[in-house]
Structures are given as structure tokens and as C-alpha cells.
């Protein structure tokens, strides 16, 4: 989840076995309502590692980015899928 963070400020890459996220989220101009009392999100740069597991495809990751909600795709390679292995005779 990604609230007030517009997609330009957004970078996904993979190297080497590791998804890397990185962006930023701007710091909003600021409220005249006297009633405001803090800031629910917290803004500036982020970033976020993870390490895939061997059976993905990292060719094929793919991302979707819709209403502040980052969605992605990492599909397993068709090495790591079950194949039938037929016996001989």
C-alpha cells in the first residue's frame, strides 16, 4: 500500500536475485484547519529489499499500480514447475 504516492515516484528493479522498491512520498502542502493534530502517513524516501527465490522468473515480473495499492507478478519459472516424467520400458 502505497496512499499519496504517484506512480513517477515509484521504482521497482530486480538484480541478482533481490527486488528492490524504491520512492518517495512528497510531503503535502500544508492544512489551514485548526482541527489538525498530526500526519497519518509519514513522507520522504523509502526503500525495501527482498530476495527472491530461485524459482521465479525475473524476466517476467511484472507491476500494476492502481489507487495507491502496488501490485506485482512474480511468476515461477517453467523449471520450477512439476513435469511428468514418463517411464521407460
Given at each position: 500500500e502505497l496512499?499519496?504516492?504517484s506512480k513517477d515516484d515509484v521504482s521497482i528493479d530486480v538484480h541478482?536475485?533481490?527486488l528492490i522498491l524504491r520512492g518517495e512520498?512528497?510531503?503535502e502542502?500544508?492544512?489551514q484547519d485548526e482541527r489538525y493534530y498530526r500526519?497519518?502517513?509519514a513522507y520522504g524516501p523509502f526503500q525495501r529489499s527482498f530476495v527472491l527465490p530461485a524459482m521465479v522468473d525475473q524476466d517476467k515480473v511484472q507491476a500494476t499500480y492502481h489507487d495507491g495499492i502496488l501490485e506485482?507478478?512474480?511468476p515461477k519459472s517453467e523449471r520450477a514447475k512439476p513435469r511428468r516424467i514418463a517411464i521407460n520400458s
Open positions: 496512499p499519496g504516492v541478482q536475485n533481490t512520498r512528497k510531503h502542502a500544508a492544512v500526519r497519518e502517513c506485482l507478478h512474480l
